[in-house]
Nanobody
Framework: VQLQASGGGLVQPGGSLRLSCAASGSFVSINAMGWYRQVSGKERELVAAIGSGGSPNYADSVKGRFTISRDNAKNTVYLQMTSLNAEDTAVYYC????????????????WGKGTQVTVSS
């Protein structure tokens, strides 16, 4: 199983970016998917998550600016980020809870490699 994230980069304050993360490999289904971010020296924090039914939740710091969505047919989660500011600078990681197994099923949490988002003029 692999989570492949893309879409990070350098953007000016007030700008926008869209992150994508696609899950591939052998699994039965995907439960929740989400985005986390981490600044050097600090703990990784939840940015946004979305359940299999499409119910999103957001960190207070990004509410109204970020939108998480998913395309179940493509096993992909997106994070549309707008009105970016310097405090959004971090490495962003995607996460997915995947149902795996054959006779017995269980849920495993997978992480993608981080993608750097830098907000700077």
């Amino acid at each position: 199983v692999q989570l492949q994230a893309s879409g990070g980069g350098l953007v000016q304050p007030g700008g926008s970016l869209r992150l994508s993360c696609a899950a591939s490999g052998s699994f039965v289904s995907i439960n929740a998917m989400g985005w986390y971010r981490q600044v050097s020296g600090k703990e990784r924090e939840l940015v946004a998550a979305i359940g299999s039914g499409g119910s999103p939740n957001y960190a207070d710091s990004v509410k109204g600016r970020f939108t998480i969505s998913r395309d179940n047919a493509k096993n992909t989660v997106y994070l549309q980020m707008t009105s970016l500011n310097a405090e959004d600078t971090a490495v962003y990681y995607c996460n997915a809870e995947l149902v795996v197994g054959t006779t017995y099923y269980y849920v495993l949490s997978y992480w993608g490699k981080g993608t750097q988002v830098t907000v700077s003029s």
